[in-house]
């Protein structure tokens, strides 16, 4: 597949907690990215990791990398309703050009 | 305007004509890739450009598909004797030389092949 893994699929969580998503891929990258799609609408980036950092924090978000396994981690604190919508992750493997998107986590914040 | 845009918004047409999608990058962006994304799917990589060099493509990509970026500007992608498959939304992004801050991407141009 050209497509990492996302862990959970699909979550559904009460307004205030904290939802945490997983992404799983292949071979070596340069970087992971994290994004998030409303329905029917564009991408939005949200927060790049290197492949030399372990943890990056941005406002509500933080994303860890764990390069021996091939895994990162999205971690949406204090969660709101607003925050409802897709998130996917998207790798740049070492020796290409194209980031490769995750099937992605739909997250359901409900009020 | 400063994002990306990408023209027509919809398109409908009938299956084995061709169509032809726009994609306008943020003007300092020199990388330009396209996507195609179907419904519950994450967004499928097509084609790469770096300035008007068209540096890698899907092997997914059959000869039907074919794209261009004259003089490092605005792209196209134009789908030759389209098939119901290849109904989609198209999506258009475009990043500096650091992507730091990540892909900008387009709202996308929905095909429908009927």
């Known amino acids: 597949s050209q497509q990492g893994e996302e862990d959970p699929q699909a979550l559904s969580i009460q307004e205030g907690e904290n939802a945490t998503m997983n992404c799983s891929y292949k071979t070596s990258i340069n970087n992971l990215q994290w994004y998030r799609q409303n329905s029917g609408r564009g991408l939005v980036h949200l927060i790049l990791i290197r492949s030399n950092e372990r943890e990056k924090h941005s406002g509500r978000l933080r994303v860890t990398l764990d390069t021996s396994k091939k895994s990162s981690s999205l971690l949406i604190t204090a969660s709101r309703a607003a925050d409802t919508a897709s998130y996917f992750c998207?790798?740049?493997?070492?020796?290409?050009?194209?980031?490769?998107f995750g099937a992605g986590t739909r997250l359901f914040v409900k009020a | 305007d400063t994002g990306v845009s990408q023209d027509p918004r919809h398109k409908i047409t009938k299956r084995g004509q061709n169509v032809t999608f726009r994609c306008d990058p943020i003007s300092e962006h020199n990388r330009l890739y396209w996507y195609r994304q179907t419904l519950g799917q994450g967004p499928e990589f097509l084609t790469y450009f770096q300035n008007e060099a068209q540096l890698e493509k899907s092997r997914l990509l059959s000869d039907r598909f074919s794209a261009e970026r004259p003089k490092g500007s605005f792209s196209t992608l134009e789908i030759q004797r389209t098939e119901q498959g290849d109904s989609a939304m198209y999506l258009c992004?475009?990043?500096?030389?650091?992507?730091?801050?990540?892909?900008?991407f387009g709202s996308g141009t929905r095909l429908t092949v009927v």
């Open positions: 992004a475009s990043s500096p030389r650091d992507i730091h801050y990540g892909y900008t």
């Open positions: 998207a790798t740049d493997y070492t020796g290409g050009f194209k980031t490769i």
